[in-house]
């Protein structure tokens, strides 16, 4: 039987009356780079910040490395965990350096791990300067740092490559490829450019209006000649 | 498009916003502090007349404070949302600005009608005479409606320019403190030019206060306008001002500024991570220099009056402290909580410190922080008054209680910072938990003359810099109660963040 790093039982997340999120069972298995997919607003990033209890669930259960997620427990998972989700937060008034710091302390690493963080995201020329003064690339580059920092055993990425450009995509490809073999973390990672998750995912998850419509093995799913990109588009049309 | 298609656009804008809920809370607020003033006295015949002699005195405290709140709330919207890049392609500088000032000119316009209608209420309420001359309530009516638009078009400017809207309320307050002040001053043409103390200086109920019959008596007298044209000329001058910055204006942003300085060493900071998060800020100065600018005020104030503060070191430090806690205190704490929160509110924040830490130890973190600096302000008075005692060479003995009143001070100093750490966990604007902090400070004022000290955060910080009220008070119900509110707030804050969904920015 496979082991399941996470898996989620009915997940559900309502906005007034309306459901984010319906019955999501998600099931990564560890080990393995999950790619989760879904158009605009299908509801990936309300089901991340599920997983890391950054919002409570109307309905279902979270079970994340083996513990069922709730507020009072909340903490000791995500100490194991790395996660960017949304957009990347920093204290634009401290430098790239501080920023890392406090991450640092929070996390009881030490000096090594933020050289190593820095240089992971080729930001170490950088690292002086205040992050208010960075470009939208190089923020984002900097959240991934702070996620992957101190090897975590589960990583979550909620569109990291965006605003990179095409050497840093590519970077960010080999990192990401290269997590589970380095450090034997899983990752969960969504995104929109589908060739990027079709070169690094071994697992996709596709999700279209809250709803889970697709999940398995990604060469399950391209079915002969057909790509990821059309196998989604043709699944999230009509839905 | 016309400034009046523009106009209904910013209406659709603040829906949802409640804007106007702020000034109700204002006029609510005024009429409460109207009927603990005047509920109970007789003359209802020229009851009017003393509503008329209060009410610009009130208005002088709150309604820069609320302006300058609507105004940064008017702004808020477009710097939050970075819409001014957008809103700069499809319409001009100018445009942008003097639609929000005509929305802004309609709800005050709003506030002063509330205003006016607030007083015949009251006439009623209070049982007193409501025929009076509805002459007076419009030139009331005016005198306040042009004094409001002085001041809306400073902090429109202000948070039109300044992203950081804490300058905006800064101001606001600063002006508010300095108008109440100079009512207690003689009267000067420095006076006359203060937009905020135009409220009273143009007012027409006189008062007239017998020295040994203690009786007051209100009398009309011909409005002093002068006051009122100068208000005129400092909006056509601010309008000026306005207009020329607007030409200039661009969405810049920020330069990016590389650091000069190249270190291939990683050196880690020692100090905690709450402390290291304020880098830069400048909240904490505040802590230093008002408590440096009440003691100036308060020593220049005992020396003059020395024929009645007869009781030396006693007196000075009433002097020294007065002001200091009914007022300014609360605020600073207010703007450093919320400074601390801000960092976190702002972006995306808010995921990032959730998944780093317990929310116990956040909260405490704060706590820890703001207590820190507010007790390191607090002995800083301390010095402050025995700096200033010895250069006067106040004679007799230092009081005895002074450590005792220090010490409660500190505890209730921390009753607040536990409050306000509360609120601005909760309230994500910046201004809202400052006005709350101020229209605080006024509560525990009341509550300390209605006799009920122990009953907010606020009244015990006062009663404990009191010495006179601390004679009375009772040590023991003062540390209970102080405990109880500290551990309370500390309790809900921590609950609802970790209980409450995450939200941020984006």
């Known amino acids: 039987m496979k082991k399941y790093i996470i898996e989620t039982y009915d997940l559900c997340k309502k906005s007034g009356n309306k459901f984010r999120v319906k019955d999501v069972n998600l099931a990564v298995p560890q080990g393995c780079i999950y790619g989760f997919l879904g158009p605009n607003g299908a509801g990936k990033t309300t089901t991340m910040k599920l997983l890391l209890g950054l919002i409570q669930p109307d309905g279902g259960t979270v079970e994340i490395l083996g513990q069922k997620m709730s507020p009072r427990n909340r903490f000791d998972i995500n100490m194991r965990t790395g996660s960017l989700i949304e957009s990347p937060g920093f204290y634009g008034h401290l430098t790239g350096q501080e920023n890392l710091e406090i991450i640092a302390r929070y996390k009881n690493l030490g000096t090594a791990d933020i050289k190593e963080a820095l240089y992971t995201v080729s930001l170490y020329d950088r690292k002086d300067d205040k992050v208010k003064n960075y470009s939208l690339g190089m923020k984002q580059r900097l959240g991934i740092a702070m996620a992957l920092m101190g090897k975590p055993e589960l990583i979550i990425l909620d569109e990291p490559t965006n605003g990179l450009d095409p050497a840093g995509i590519n970077e960010i490809r080999n990192l990401v490829k290269s997590i589970p073999e380095k450090c034997g973390s899983t990752v969960i990672i969504s995104s929109h450019l589908l060739s990027e998750v079709e070169q690094i995912a071994d697992y996709v998850g596709i999700i279209n209006k809250g709803k889970m419509i697709y999940q398995g093995l990604l060469s399950e799913l391209e079915i002969g000649d057909a790509s990821l990109e059309e196998v989604f588009l043709e699944m999230t049309k009509g839905a | ?506």
């Open chain 2, 1 to 506: 498009m016309g400034i009046i298609g523009n106009l209904f656009i910013e209406l659709k804008k603040h829906k949802r916003r409640c804007n106007l809920l702020l000034f109700i809370a204002v006029i609510v607020a005024e009429m409460a502090f109207l009927y603990g003033n005047c509920h109970g006295k007789d003359g209802s015949a020229d009851g009017w007349m003393m509503l008329f002699y209060n009410i610009p005195i009130i208005n002088c405290v709150f309604f820069p404070v609320a302006i300058a709140g609507f105004a940064s709330r008017l702004m808020d919207i477009e710097h939050k949302g970075e819409m001014l890049k957008c809103l700069y392609t499809f319409s001009t500088p100018q445009k942008i600005f003097f639609t929000k000032y005509l929305y802004g000119a309609i709800c005050t316009l709003i506030l002063v009608a509330m205003q006016c209608g607030s007083i015949i209420l009251c006439c009623g309420i209070l049982g007193f005479d409501s025929n009076f001359p509805l002459k007076y309530l419009l030139i009331h009516g005016a005198i306040t409606y042009i004094t409001c638009m002085t001041l809306l078009s400073i902090h429109l400017l202000l948070s039109f320019f300044y992203r950081n809207q804490a300058l905006s309320i800064s101001v606001g307050i600063l002006g508010s403190f300095t108008a109440f002040f100079s009512l207690v001053l003689p009267e000067s043409v420095i006076q006359k030019f203060l937009p905020w103390a135009t409220f009273v200086t143009s007012g027409f109920v006189k008062m007239d206060w017998n020295r040994n019959t203690r009786e007051v008596k209100y009398f009309l007298d011909k409005p002093d306008l002068t006051s009122v044209f100068i208000c005129i000329g400092w909006i056509v001058l601010l309008t000026c001002i306005t207009l020329m910055l607007l030409k200039k204006s661009g969405v810049e942003e920020a330069e990016k500024i590389k650091s000069k300085r190249k270190t291939t060493k990683i050196a880690l900071h020692r100090r905690p991570v709450e402390i290291l998060k304020l880098k830069g800020s400048p909240a904490w100065i505040a802590f230093f220099i008002v408590p440096a600018i009440s003691a100036a005020i308060g020593s220049v104030n005992y020396i003059s009056n020395l024929s009645i503060l007869k009781e030396g070191w006693y007196s000075l430090w009433t002097q020294h402290t007065l002001f200091l806690c009914y007022f300014f205190m609360p605020v600073i704490i207010g703007i450093f909580t919320g400074c601390i929160w801000r960092v976190e509110h702002s972006g995306t924040n808010m995921n990032l410190l959730m998944t780093h830490q317990r929310p116990a130890k956040i909260v405490l973190g704060k706590y820890a922080a703001t207590c820190f600096i507010t007790s390191v302000s607090l002995i800083w008075v301390v010095v402050l008054y025995l700096i200033a005692g010895s250069l006067m060479h106040i004679d007799g003995e230092l009081p005895s209680g002074i450590i005792q009143w220090i010490g409660l001070g500190i505890l209730s100093s921390w009753v607040i910072c536990a409050f306000q750490v509360l609120v601005s966990l909760v309230i994500r604007n910046f201004v809202l938990p400052i006005i709350i902090a101020f229209l605080g400070g006024f509560a525990g004022l009341s509550c300390i003359a209605k006799d009920m000290p122990y009953l907010t955060p606020f009244s015990l910080f006062d009663l404990a810099m009191n010495q006179r009220e601390l004679g009375n008070a009772n040590i023991g119900t003062f540390t209970l109660s102080s405990v109880i509110f500290i551990v309370a707030f500390i309790m809900i804050s921590i609950l609802y963040l970790s209980r409450s969904d995450v939200r941020s920015n984006e």
